[in-house]
């Protein structure tokens, strides 16, 4: 679908959000619909803070590791449209070790079965981290709370999914920021997306066969945004850095349609 992306344009369905300026001529953009299907859920702690994460199976997710507790709290898992999500006891399966931004990833699973059921189908995992071509488009999923610090409880709970056009940017390798591990973008919004941090990272590949003529594929999950000192100075705008999915071999719930 060829569209007019500008500014923060309100659209219809869950993922409701789009940001950003281009001229969508050049770029063949999927239907709006088509990210509708991706299990983006918003993860909320029990003192209100809230990101996002992505659910890869029946009862697992994958997030940026920051976005959860230190400590084994309850979270409230809550899917697009929904007026209040679940509370949930969550298990850590998996995550980065250490400082940097390389780390900040996690796989966690959750014992109570939730209200949304599971599609495996929707949305494929990249099997292993690849690499991007400079320039490619790559859209970010999330609750993007927009420029309110601290927004209500209530005011979080009525978010949509935003959905972020980015376009890949090559920066130069260093052992703070690994380009095995990172994917690094920009926006032309140029801002923060707070509320994002753990949703997926996911491209569109067009494909005749499929029905809404391509499909999306998961490549990581949004981390945040990267500061201005080098090596991630970039001309364009603020530089936002996606963690490619790390291998989730061993981690995921065996449902069909899993890719390891």
């Not at 309100?10 to 063949?28: M, N, P, T, Y």
């Not at 052992?175 to 990272?201: I, K, N, Y």
């Not at 945040?224 to 603020?238: C, Q």
């Amino acid at each position: 679908m060829s569209t007019l992306l500008v500014g923060l344009s309100v659209l219809s369905g869950a993922c409701a959000r789009i940001s950003g300026v281009e001229e969508a001529s050049a770029v063949q953009e999927p239907a709006i619909a088509s990210f509708d299907a991706v299990p983006v859920y918003q993860v909320i702690t029990p003192w209100g803070n809230a990101g996002s994460a992505v659910r890869v199976g029946e009862s697992t997710f994958i997030t940026a590791r920051h976005v959860l507790p230190r400590r084994g709290d309850d979270i409230e898992l809550r899917a697009a449209g929904q007026a209040r999500g679940k509370p949930v006891r969550f298990t850590r399966l998996a995550a980065g070790e250490g400082a940097g931004t390389a780390n900040d990833w996690a796989v966690f699973r959750v014992a109570e079965p939730l209200d949304t059921p599971f599609n495996p189908s929707v949305a494929a995992l990249t099997p292993r981290p690849t690499t991007r071509r400079e320039g490619e488009r790559v859209y970010i999923l999330g609750f993007w709370r927009g420029p309110e610090p601290w927004p209500s409880r209530a005011k979080l709970r009525s978010l949509d999914v935003s959905i972020i056009p980015a376009r890949v940017v090559e920066i130069a390798d260093s052992p703070q920021f690994p380009r095995s591990d990172l994917l690094f973008v920009e926006t032309d919004a140029g801002s923060v997306f707070q509320g994002a941090s753990g949703g997926p990272a996911v491209v569109w590949l067009p494909d005749r066969t499929a029905p809404a003529g391509g499909r999306i594929e998961i490549v990581g999950v949004y981390v945040g945004a990267g500061n201005y000192d080098r090596p991630l100075e970039h001309t364009g705008g603020t530089v936002q850095i996606v963690r490619k999915l790390p291998d989730l071999s061993g981690l995921l719930d065996r449902a069909p349609g899993f890719k390891d």
